[in-house]
Each structure stands twice: as structure tokens, then as C-alpha cells.
């Protein structure tokens, strides 16, 4: 019997899930921190309860999770979220002995993880971005007086008190609403991006996913997307996406170029937007060392590059993809939430669609989902 190429997972949301299914083959297990998570729930990989995955701590459960395992097995690490990327790339060497991954040398990784030092980055690559100011206090708001508007105003970072009372992104007109707008959350947040806006719709946005080797080369093939519909509407992350061909040689183009320039080397995925207005493609952001919640539609669509990666980090060889298949990912409650705002309902009607969560050959995922909102809301009702 061939043996399975073992593949720990960490995190529990929809990305995890995602991963343990384009992954299904392989010997999984799921490192995560709630036994309520999402991915918990699904029949792919044995689970393993962590203390918390996006804290310092996950190294020592991924450490104690490794001196589990039979003795010379390296498993492939794939990480799902931003903060374990951090705390694992401070702990590289301690892993290194214990997992297979790749990750770019940790000051770019800082840099890329950053609005500023992406902005910038790709300003000294030649890479196409809008223009954009940075924000530290008040004293650099004239900067963004010289900016063409409207632009989107967002943090450079994430923050989970800054999520709890203001937007993802602001749609701003002129230097003078970043100015009133920065006054309220100044105090929560100082570090702000203004960037001048792309024009076009959500369906205008693109992504290339990928993985490039120790010498900055894409291993196997990348997968070209878009979105079809985001929520919040303009400003908000993937509600939902479907494969994108006709633009695959030029995104592909501009994502190796970028790679080569910077030295990147590990898992990517860019995102881009078509500016209907300047006509050409323009780097939004990267997503740098982990999956993007979106990325099982690569799957989906015959083009597994979560598997080129899991080979090529294994030393096998590396497959190529499977038949083009059009399809729409979406994430129910999201795409749901787009499609009440008034988000278009016609794009690509004519592609299946396939769910985030719910899969009949996965149920369970779903079911818990149902069972939680069900059990919250009596406790509401019984004053709980």
C-alpha cells in the first residue's frame, strides 16, 4: 500500500476546512483550538485540540503534536492564519527538525504582512499599485492631499479592537473625510493606509495562488480567480469566486515577477484589482506563508495547488492540474448577505455553485454550524 504524505493543518475556520478537503488523500491531522470550529466538525484528519493557534503557544503544541508522531516522520505544515504565520516563522529553527515548510526570510515576510512595506516593495519590484499615504498621527494627514479621490482608507494591520468598532475599509471622497474619519480612530488605531481607489466593481477583482521553491521559482502551476461577489460591498473579503482563465498568463506574469524581484520564496496568494478606468491590472495585497480563505475554489476548478505544494515540499513529484471545471465557491452567509445588499445575481448563473461549509459528502461541518445557532438562540429566549 502506498503510504498517505502526511500534512498537519492549523486553524478551524472555512479556510481550514477547505484545506482537509482539496487535501483529502493525504494522512491529516487538524491542529486547532476549539472543538465549536468549523473544521473541526469535518470527516477529513484526526483532530488535535491547541491551546490557541493564532498565539505564541501553538509552537509548543505543534512541538508536542511532533513528539507524538512515528519517529522520522516530517509532516507537511500548512497554516491557515495570519498570526500563526508570525509566531512560526519566529520559531523556524525549533520546527524546522519536526515539519517541511517554507517560509521567506522573516524581515520580508514582515514587510510583505504590511500594507506600508508591501506598498513599497512593489513600488521598488515595478510592480503595478495604486498610489497611496501612510498614516502614523495626525501630522502626515497633508500627504494625502496630493492623492487622486476617491481612495480606500483601512489600517495597516489588523487589530481586534479596531474590527470590533469600525469598517474593514472606507470608501472616502476627499483628503478632508480621511481627516474627519481619522479623528474618531486615531485613538484606537494611528496607523492608517490611503490608497487611491480602483475603479470597477467586485467582480473586478483578482487573485493568483501559488507556491515558489528556495530559488523563487513557481513549482508546478498557479490558479487564476475572481471574485464574484464581496461583502461588505467594495470593501469586504471573498463572498464569492470562480476561476478565471482569460486572465491567468498576465496575473501569473506579474505574480512571478514580483516573487523573482523580492526574493519571495513559499506559499502566495495576490490579489489584484482591474481598474475599468486606467485599464490595466493593479497588486491590492498578498497573502504571504498560509492559505487565503478562498483558496479551495483552485480545487474545485481542477487546479490543486495545495497539493503541487504538499509534493514538492514531500520530494515527490509534482502533478500538474486535472480538467478545467467552472464553478462558483461561496461562502453562505456572506454571498447571502451581498445578494440582499443588492450585489449583482447574474454573474457567472450559469457555473454550479458549491458551498464553503455545506458538502453531502461532509455534512457535519454544517449540521454543528446548526446546532450552536440553535442552541444560542434558546438560550436567548430562556434569558441564558
Not at 470562480?242 to 523580492?262: C, K, V, Y
Not at 480538467?323 to 449583482?344: F, H, N, R, T
Not at 464553503?356 to 442552541?375: C, E, F, K, N, Y
Request: hydrophobic letters at 40%.
Amino acid at each position: 500500500m502506498i503510504r498517505k504524505t502526511p500534512v498537519v493543518v492549523t486553524g478551524g475556520s472555512a479556510n481550514a476546512l477547505g484545506v482537509l478537503r482539496s487535501l483529502a488523500h493525504c494522512d491529516l491531522t487538524l491542529l486547532c483550538d476549539s472543538t465549536q470550529a468549523t473544521a473541526w466538525h469535518s470527516r477529513h484528519g484526526r483532530k488535535v485540540k491547541g491551546a490557541n493557534t493564532r498565539a505564541v503557544s501553538v509552537v509548543d503544541d505543534l512541538l508536542a503534536l511532533a513528539a507524538r508522531l512515528p519517529a522520522g516522520e516530517r509532516p507537511v505544515l500548512i497554516l491557515t492564519e495570519e498570526k500563526t504565520v508570525v509566531h512560526v516563522s519566529q520559531a523556524r529553527e525549533r520546527l524546522a527538525p519536526h515539519f517541511r515548510f517554507l517560509l521567506c526570510e522573516a524581515s520580508l515576510l514582515s514587510d510583505l504582512q504590511s500594507k506600508e512595506g508591501f506598498q513599497r516593495l512593489a513600488q521598488q519590484a515595478g510592480s503595478p499599485v495604486p498610489q497611496g499615504a501612510v498614516l502614523r498621527s495626525a501630522a502626515d494627514l497633508p500627504t494625502t492631499r496630493t492623492l487622486q479621490y476617491p481612495c480606500v482608507f483601512k489600517p495597516l494591520e489588523q487589530d481586534a479592537t479596531y474590527a470590533s468598532r469600525f469598517k474593514k475599509a472606507y470608501k472616502v471622497a476627499s483628503a478632508d473625510e480621511v481627516a474627519a474619519l481619522y479623528r474618531e480612530i486615531e485613538p484606537v488605531m494611528p496607523h492608517m493606509i490611503v490608497q487611491e481607489w480602483l475603479d470597477g466593481e467586485d467582480s473586478d477583482i483578482y487573485f493568483c495562488l501559488g507556491f515558489w521553491d528556495q530559488q523563487s521559482n513557481l513549482v508546478g502551476e498557479s490558479f487564476t480567480g475572481r471574485k464574484v461577489r464581496s461583502w461588505p460591498l467594495q470593501v469586504g473579503g471573498t463572498a464569492s469566486c470562480t476561476s478565471a482563465p482569460e486572465a491567468a498568463a498576465e496575473l501569473t506574469r506579474l505574480t512571478n515577477a514580483f516573487a523573482q524581484a523580492t526574493g519571495y520564496v513559499g506559499q502566495m496568494g495576490m490579489e489584484f484589482k482591474h481598474d475599468v478606468r486606467r485599464g490595466g491590472f493593479y497588486m491590492v495585497e498578498p497573502t504571504v506563508g498560509r492559505t487565503d480563505y478562498q483558496h479551495e475554489i483552485a480545487t474545485l476548478s481542477g487546479c490543486n495547488v495545495l497539493d503541487m505544494m504538499v509534493e514538492h515540499l514531500a520530494g515527490a513529484p509534482v502533478g500538474r492540474s486535472g480538467p478545467a471545471q467552472a464553478v462558483v465557491w461561496y461562502d453562505e452567509v456572506s454571498d447571502a448577505k451581498a445578494l440582499a445588499a443588492g450585489a449583482p445575481d447574474r454573474l457567472f448563473s450559469d457555473r454550479p455553485r458549491v458551498a464553503a461549509v455545506w458538502r453531502p459528502r461532509d455534512p457535519m461541518p454544517t449540521l454543528a454550524d446548526l446546532a450552536q445557532r440553535a442552541s444560542g438562540r434558546l438560550r436567548r429566549l430562556l434569558g441564558g
